[in-house]
């Protein structure tokens, strides 16, 4: 009968430790604090940010930062209830202050593998890639021209700066037209505006500066399938939980949805613009 009842006792010890074992787990969960409540008792948001117009942009008399990114960093530190502070780095530092913990977010990251297993990356605010600027009066380029093959066409030159990605890659679609490979942006955009080019081929947010400045004439086509495509986002620490990440990923699904991010980006190239003249 003793033998029976140690052997029942012993049957039943390991539901109880699993059972025990699930308790101190969901307590331990109903009490872990978050890493946004955390800078929340802090009462600051603190981002890095390395300068790259239209993104990031600092006064250098007053220290000052505007551009959309800078914009986006204040309205969530708006959501969480605390100031923003911008901490000034450089290209070459910006993931390794992040993972350093010298700030919370690390400001228009471009997404890649690389930095990816350094850091996490919320949701894209924008998509960087490839396109096409031209004169919407050319005749050579069709109505509706979705894809690099719609203007790959013999006697189309499409202008574009020499050594570079989008060198690269217009370079290993192109079949007919013409690469007219040129040393510079400024080279580039003459092409184009006297019209020796028919096409002109750089990043979207470079293009988008020449487009805004010229609306009269200027069209921007992001091609589909799309050259070297990227999302811009948040860089985050490594170790975020799904739960933090995903409290990035709403806030910037709201602006991003309603248009507001594609506003902030108007206003930024807007005041590049004003400040180049």
């Known amino acids: 009968m003793l033998t029976k009842m140690i052997t029942s006792a012993l049957r039943t010890l390991p539901a109880l430790a699993l059972m025990g074992g699930l308790s ?37 008399a007053t220290g000052d930062y505007s551009g959309f990114y800078a914009d986006l960093c204040r309205e969530f530190a708006d959501v969480l209830k605390v100031k923003p502070e911008f901490v000034d780095t450089t290209w070459d530092n910006i993931v390794a202050g992040l993972q350093a913990g010298k700030w919370d977010v690390s400001l228009a990251l471009n997404r890649t593998p690389a930095r990816a297993m350094a850091v996490q990356f919320s949701i894209p605010a924008m998509e960087y890639q490839i396109s096409l600027v031209y004169n919407k009066n050319n005749p050579k380029i069709p109505e509706g021209a979705a894809s690099v093959a719609d ?21 290993a679609v192109v079949k007919n037209a013409t690469v007219m490979r040129l040393p510079g942006n400024d080279e580039t955009r003459l092409a184009l505006t006297s019209k020796r080019a028919d096409i002109l081929v750089d990043a979207s947010d470079t293009n988008q500066l020449l487009t805004q400045a010229n609306p009269d004439w200027a069209v921007a086509l992001n091609p589909t399938p799309a050259l070297a495509k990227q999302g811009v986002s948040f ?16 806030f910037l699904e709201e602006k991003v949805a309603t248009g507001h991010v594609d506003e902030l980006i108007r206003k930024a190239v807007d005041q590049v613009l004003k400040g180049s003249n």
Not at 49 to 55: K, L, S, T
Request: aromatic share 4%.
């Open 235 to 250: 860089g985050l620490p490594h170790g975020l939980s799904a739960a933090d990440v995903e409290v990035v990923n709403i």
């Open 151 to 171: 203007i790959d066409k013999a006697g189309v030159t499409i202008a574009v700066m020499s050594g570079t990605a989008q060198d690269k890659a217009i370079s």
């Open 24 to 60: 101190i787990t969901a307590a331990h969960a109903q009490t872990a604090e978050g890493y946004w409540q955390g800078v929340q008792k802090a009462g600051v948001l603190k981002c890095g940010a390395a300068v790259a117009p239209p993104y990031i942009m600092r006064d250098p």
